[in-house]
């Protein structure tokens, strides 16, 4: 992972504050478009304006000394009660990421606008966001197949993501472009299930064409994928013949339409050039 860039020059202090800074700054830029993660950045975001609250509460009874009125300082908590209430949000805070909280205080808050609607979004802010999805949690592949009675391999494409379950941006995608969400079951006992949707061939491409201006990370694999569906539209340029005898062991030539060897090579090597993209060994220019 890579460590963020800091001025060398500051002390440990500094650096979590700069930190501390630029995530308060960004959380209100992303929170509207947040579906997943959307009760964790309102907890932050809450103990974020505690933290400010309690800051300005410090500098006015500083002021406030310096003119000497002690009478009018305003009510804070102690140092004692601070550390609690930051303690218990960020208790909260990793019940959350481990499942184990469900419902309490502003995580029931944050909850109700976690459906799978999600805070009201057009048709393209929700493509985008599901791009988002696919770009980070999702896998875009040809497959290829043995077929029985088949001359040559089966190739079809498919689109797949998984998130830890239940996660409401896999339902999301499964009621955009249908499909089917299945539960990954976990093998470690701290491990949670995962919820998978996947889709294939037809399905596959018009969730393809209708993310693909909004794909950044995948979009090479994506048009290689659009790619097959249209080499595969071609339709079958071969013909193989045998000969098959009927019940009273009469032969009979048989044909049937196949693909050629030339498109089932282009096949297969669309199939390798995805795989290099996945495993980084071809850069995407």
Known sequence: MMKPMVRPGLRPMARCEIHTRKAEAALPRLLPYLLVKRPQALLLQELSRLKTEWDRNITHSIRLVRKGKLGARPREPSPSDRAAIMERLRSQLIGLHEGSVQN?????????????????????????????????????????????????????????????????AIELMAKTFGG????????????????????????????????????????????????????????KLGLTEWTHRNRWQRPIRMRKRCYTPEQVAEFERLRREVIALHSGELSVP
């Open 104 to 168: 309490s205080g502003a995580v029931a808050d944050a909850e109700k606008s976690t459906s799978v609607d999600g805070p009201h979004r057009t048709c393209g802010e929700t493509l985008a966001y599901l791009a988002g999805i696919m770009d980070s949690d999702g896998s875009v592949r040809i497959e290829r197949r043995n077929v029985k009675g088949m001359l040559a391999h089966q190739y079809r494409i498919s689109v797949r993501a998984s998130q830890v379950s239940p996660s409401p």
């Open 180 to 235: 089917r969400v299945a539960t990954g079951e976990s093998k470690l006992p701290r491990h949670r299930d995962l919820a998978c949707w996947s889709l294939h061939d037809k399905s596959a491409a018009n969730a393809i064409n209708a993310l693909m201006p909004h794909l950044v990370v995948k979009r090479r694999q994506a048009e290689l994928l659009l790619e097959l569906r249209r080499r595969k539209s071609e339709g």
